[in-house]
């Protein structure tokens, strides 16, 4: 029986697919397709009882991980192996039900690790795809460890930095779309921030990056696939780009200065001697919020703007506020607003001192209210 069914599993290259939805940005390749963000996907809508990938996937430190959800439900979850192989998705199941299917990376881009990439080529099936129904509304998450889902998974004991405790799924990002019926990219980063990362790197910045499909990777192969492309912002135009940067900046004013080693120069986001923040260093933050304001308006000339923050502590909020007043004050742009994230608690807490995932429900609940309301033009 087994080799028999097998026979009836035709392999479909990706090009093949006519109605294959990609989430996520990519190149536009298909021949593989490269995913590179937390969150990105391939859904599609499936008749058949079987459905195989095959996958391709290497790394120096840091694996990937993807996601399986069957008809919005995630049921399985698994760290992908070096190398080009076959995953089986789902078997057994009843031919004649169409099945929707999402497959979804787990992890966040890793900027330091430039072997780190995962592919998909083809699928094996014995069934035919139906068309995926496009969701009305578009969302782009912006952040760092937080919006990558650091912590998400994993006991609060764990405190070692490894691909399996992020989760793009169990994600404020990802419960939010759902919540406003809206599909959703992330770009999104570990340690980076606004400025610079929590060590005052001021390469570990989102902004420099954002015009690039996935500039924060490194290394040849990255290259090769596409990575440093400039994004097509035509082809996705979000309704709301939500920001949610500024928790590493304030790391940053508590962390040791870094040494460019290139250059000899010396950067560091300094505090008072009364623990308040550096006048000229807090001007600098508030800065770069309204220059990553504008930035992000010239690619996104319809989207609501929307700074939020607040899980990890809310010290930079009033910075956050005066900045973006100087960017509507500036522009006359009124279409951006503010708003403050549930701060985490020892209850909710996740692994690695990260929110865990009821900090991401209670965050997708009331950020998914606010931006219900920005859809609706109440």
């Known amino acids: 029986m087994s080799s028999h069914s097998h026979l009836q599993l035709q392999v479909q290259p990706l090009t093949e697919i006519k109605h294959l939805k990609i989430h996520g940005r990519t190149t536009g390749a298909l021949n593989p397709l490269t995913l590179f963000w937390t969150g990105s996907a391939i859904e599609v809508n499936l008749q058949a009882s079987e459905l195989w990938l095959e996958v391709e996937s290497d790394y120096d430190h840091h694996e990937s991980w993807i996601s399986v959800l069957i008809n919005s439900v995630p049921v399985s979850r698994q760290m992908v192996n070096a190398g080009r192989h076959w995953i089986c998705v789902f078997r057994g199941m009843n031919p004649e039900q169409v099945k929707n299917i999402r497959i979804v990376k787990e992890v966040q881009a890793m900027s330091g690790d430039p ?7 083809a699928v094996r099936t014995d069934g035919s795809f139906l068309p995926v129904e496009a969701k009305p509304y578009r969302l782009e998450f912006i952040g760092d460890s937080i919006t990558s889902g650091e912590g998400v998974i994993g006991a609060k004991m764990e405190e070692d930095w490894i691909p399996a405790w992020f989760s793009g799924v169990h994600n404020y990002t990802a419960i939010t779309a759902e919540a406003v019926q809206a599909e959703f990219r992330v770009i999104s980063q570990s340690g980076w921030g606004v400025l610079s990362s929590w060590d005052n790197n001021p390469k570990g910045n989102i902004p420099d990056i954002y015009e690039k499909v996935c500039g924060l990777l490194t290394g040849p192969r990255n290259e090769a696939l596409g990575a440093h492309a400039m994004n097509d912002f035509t082809a996705w135009q979000p309704d709301v780009v939500v920001v949610n940067l500024g928790t590493n900046d304030d790391g940053a004013f508590n962390s040791p200065e870094w040494l460019d080693e290139d250059t000899g120069r010396i950067y560091k986001q300094r505090l008072n ?6 006048e000229e260093d807090l001007a600098a933050f508030e800065t770069a919020v309204t220059r990553f304001l504008a930035k992000l308006r010239s690619y996104n000339p319809g989207a609501h703007l929307l ?17 973006v007043d100087e960017y509507m004050k500036s522009t006359g742009d009124k279409n951006v607003s503010v708003f403050q994230l549930p701060n985490v608690t020892n209850e909710t807490m996740g692994a690695r001192t990260h929110p865990g995932l009821p900090a991401h429900e209670q965050t997708a609940r009331e950020l998914s209210g606010y931006i219900r309301g920005l859809l609706s033009g109440s």
Do not use: C, K, N, T
């Open 307 to 323: 700074w939020v923050y607040g899980m990890l502590g809310l010290s930079l909020m009033p910075a956050i506020y005066r900045a």
């Open 115 to 121: 072997g780190s990439y995962l592919q998909f080529h």
């Open 273 to 278: 001697e009364d623990g308040s923040y550096h």
